[in-house]
T-cell receptor, first 113, second 115 residues
């Protein structure tokens, strides 16, 4: 069993829809939870990170962590064609400065105009 | 700032050849790392460094060497290339002052094919 599981998709939704992307994990010691966006043939770009449980909002993006269920989500509101990319979740076991990121495999998202 | 730069962008090697993938950052980040990305596997950590002169192994270190003589540079050496090392390689650098402040940047990647 992988430490971090992510549905690879692909996921296609119409422009303006709310997108929900999810990851589950097995190691309850993970402390930091990250979401990355990766455009085709580019490096990953850190979108958001959260520490422990709760929600964090940044513009149209909301990251949610439920440590009791070992489940994290990224919501995209008012989705745009420019949001079409692969989204990766990642988790850090230790604190920043001694981090070893464990990634999910990524979900390919397409927003249809 | 150039951010994180990687060279070359593309490389084809024959089995048994060696080469060095270059990575540089101009943000004075202490933490740098190398990942490989393969279809269906996500990104996997090869080696990382928490500062000049300090390196450690990640999840998939076999067949790779690293060194960190300066804060800016973190080259990855393939000792004797094998077809299993065909992948896209990403370098990343990051910085954190406390739990509420974190920045991380990935380079554009090097696409390596070993025949």
């Amino acid at each position: 069993q992988k430490e971090v599981e992510q549905d690879p998709g692909p996921l296609s939704v119409p422009e303006g829809a709310i997108v929900s992307l999810n990851c589950t994990y097995s190691n309850s010691a993970f402390q930091y939870f990250m979401w990355y966006r990766q455009y085709s043939r580019k490096g990953p770009e850190l979108l958001m990170y959260t520490y422990s449980s709760g929600n964090k909002e940044d513009g149209r993006f909301t990251a949610q962590v439920d440590k009791s269920s070992k489940y994290i989500s990224l919501f995209i509101r008012d989705s745009q064609p420019s949001d079409s990319a692969t989204y990766l979740c990642a988790m850090i076991l230790f604190g920043f400065g001694n981090e070893k990121l464990t990634f999910g495999t990524g979900t390919r998202l397409t927003i249809i105009p | 700032n150039a951010g994180v730069t990687q060279t070359p962008k593309f490389q084809v090697l024959k089995t048994g050849q060696s080469m060095t993938l270059q990575c540089a950052q101009d943000m004075n980040h202490e933490y740098m790392s190398w990942y490989r990305q393969d279809p269906g596997m996500g990104l996997r950590l090869i080696h990382y460094s928490v500062g000049a002169g300090i390196t450690d192994q990640g999840e998939v270190p076999n067949g790779y060497n690293v060194s960190r003589s300066t804060t800016e540079d973190f080259p990855l050496r393939l000792l004797s290339a094998a077809p299993s090392q065909t992948s896209v390689y990403f370098c990343a650098s990051s910085y954190s002052s406390d739990t509420s402040s974190y920045e991380q940047y990935f380079g554009p990647g090097t696409r390596l094919t070993v025949t």
